[in-house]
């Protein structure tokens, strides 16, 4: 270990030697950098002609250090090409400026999602109603009864602030809210199959993105993973053969993100329910994609519904709140009493817990859900979703009518149909109809396009198919068609001017 650590030391300084002796300065490196000026009177030259004045010094003076060390490292390895003007004063500053912005920006910030992918997870899932959004300011900037119960001045628990709520939509039992669905699933499985067998199809052991695999969480949880059946058929009597002693739970898992087609066979969370209770152990459903709305009425394929699952009698439910519920991060647990007692008793809880921001948001989305046609209206994810496509069309339309003056020689469009996803593991073989503004800029290929797309304030991201970019305008929202059609118009005509750009 010693040995091999040494001799690793001696080859990386050796190759610095060498390094160092290859990179002898030249005269004109030695006459670049004489010109370089230094932090302080780049420091100086800002200080009095005021500029930067609402920055913080600091990040000013790191601006500053990074821009002259970059010029340095230029000037070092590529003298030939080094213009004597970017060590100007003037220059130097310019490229402070924009270090400066660059450093001030917000590293989270909002972008507009032209894919089409409704509950897009890289692009923050669902977008929250305006009665959320003002719930949570309310509750972030006061004090709150979060825990506190108003009726006897004594300690409360937060969980009461929905539980009454999911109980009365869904029509369970008993419910609770942690961070997030893989945290209820875990604390789910930690609760009730700690050390005990949980039956699994092997149909159902799925991978959702970001790393949560159904045979991980399981192996965290310390329940033991027993698989049954084959990828693509699964039978009641799998299930029936492996129920032992050992059994502590029949776990049925949607798979959210694929689809099995063809020769298949599944068995339905009733057969499940049906073998629990003849066998004393209880049943848990991960819908992953939890829906209280039968999407089957808005013409979109069924998902089954949290309150199927209740009525059909699992034991616990678990589901997301920011799929298709169109809610705030977090995890919902529903099922019978005594078992979500205990969940919510297991010290791995106070770990998994959720904020007060989460709850406010989710006590305002869930609100709506109690009248239907006002969580369509309310709820963007639900509005998006369930959008009809002369809508979106009047959007497309809209998006193109704006474009009208830079539309000709240099950018070509047109409105064409389009297929836009559910996502958000909901929905997985769903193609819902939708209408795309398709690009083609004559000096842009679609790449270069959808990048400065991305590089705009906010940035637009877009999808490219068959060499043309595309925008899905089911998941643009009105006011923000504007502020797209300045984007690409800047675009296209900073491209006919500098096309090499
Ligand atoms: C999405 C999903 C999860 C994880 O939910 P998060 O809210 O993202 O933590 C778990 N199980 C299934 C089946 C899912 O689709």
Do not use: W
């Not at 930690?190 to 799925?206: K, M, N, P, Q």
């Not at 991980?216 to 129920?243: C, P, W």
């Amino acid at each position: 270990m010693t040995v091999l650590q040494v001799s690793v030391y001696e080859r990386q300084s050796q190759t610095r030697m060498t390094g160092n002796r290859k990179t002898e300065i030249t005269g004109k490196q030695q006459e670049l950098l004489k010109r370089l000026p230094g932090v302080d009177l780049v420091l100086d030259t800002i200080s009095t002609r005021k500029l930067f004045t609402d920055i913080p010094k600091s990040v000013v003076t790191a601006a500053v250090r990074n821009v002259i060390n970059q010029l340095r490292a230029e000037i070092m390895s590529n003298p030939e090409y080094f213009a004597e003007t970017r060590l100007s004063p003037a220059t130097v500053v310019e490229c402070v400026r924009d270090a400066v912005s660059a450093a001030m920006a917000l590293n989270l910030d909002r972008l507009i999602n032209a894919t089409g992918v409704v509950v897009h997870t890289n692009l923050g899932r669902s977008l929250l109603s305006n009665d959320a959004l003002g719930h949570m300011k309310t509750v972030a900037g006061h004090y709150s009864n979060l825990e506190f119960d108003l009726a006897t001045g004594k300690r409360g628990l937060r969980y009461t602030v929905v539980e009454d709520l999911i109980c009365e939509i869904s029509g369970a039992e008993a419910a609770m809210v942690v961070n997030n669905n893989a945290a209820a699933v875990l604390l789910s499985l930690d609760t009730v199959a700690r050390g005990r067998e949980v039956i699994v199809s092997r149909g159902e052991l799925v991978e959702i993105g970001g790393s949560f695999r159904i045979p991980d969480v399981m192996a965290k949880s310390g329940g033991i993973l027993k698989e049954v059946g084959t990828t693509n058929r699964t039978h009641r009597f799998d299930y029936q053969n492996a129920l032992t002693e050992e059994t502590g739970l029949l776990l049925k898992v949607h798979t959210s993100n694929f689809g099995i087609v063809g020769f298949t066979k599944s068995v339905s969370l009733a057969e499940l329910v049906e073998l629990g209770r003849e066998h004393h152990v209880p049943v848990m459903e991960d819908l992953g994609s939890g829906t209280f709305t039968d999407f089957s009425r808005y013409g979109l394929l069924k998902e089954p519904t949290v309150q199927e699952s209740v009525a059909t009698g699992a034991d616990i439910v678990t589901f997301s709140g920011d799929k298709l519920l169109g809610g705030p991060q977090a995890g919902i647990i529903v099922g019978k009493a005594p078992l979500i007692q205990q969940i919510q008793k297991n010290p791995l809880n106070r770990a998994l817990r959720i904020d007060k921001l989460t709850l406010a948001a989710l006590e305002s989305t869930l609100r709506a859900y109690r009248d239907e046609s006002l969580a369509i209206r309310d709820i963007p994810t639900l509005r998006m979703l369930t959008c009809p496509i002369d809508k979106i069309a009047e959007k497309a339309e809209a998006l193109q009518a704006r474009l009208s003056p830079v539309i000709g020689e240099s950018l070509e469009t047109a409105v064409v149909d389009a297929a836009s996803r559910a996502g958000g593991g909901a929905l997985p073989l769903l193609e819902l109809p939708s209408k795309c503004v398709s690009l083609c800029a004559k000096s842009l290929s679609a790449k270069a396009m959808e990048t400065r797309l991305r590089n705009q304030r906010p940035p637009i991201i877009v999808r490219i198919e068959n060499d043309r970019v595309l925008m899905d305008m089911r998941t643009v929202q009105s006011d923000e068609i504007e502020t797209i059609a300045e984007a690409i118009t800047r675009i296209v005509n900073e491209a006919e001017h500098d096309p090499s750009l």
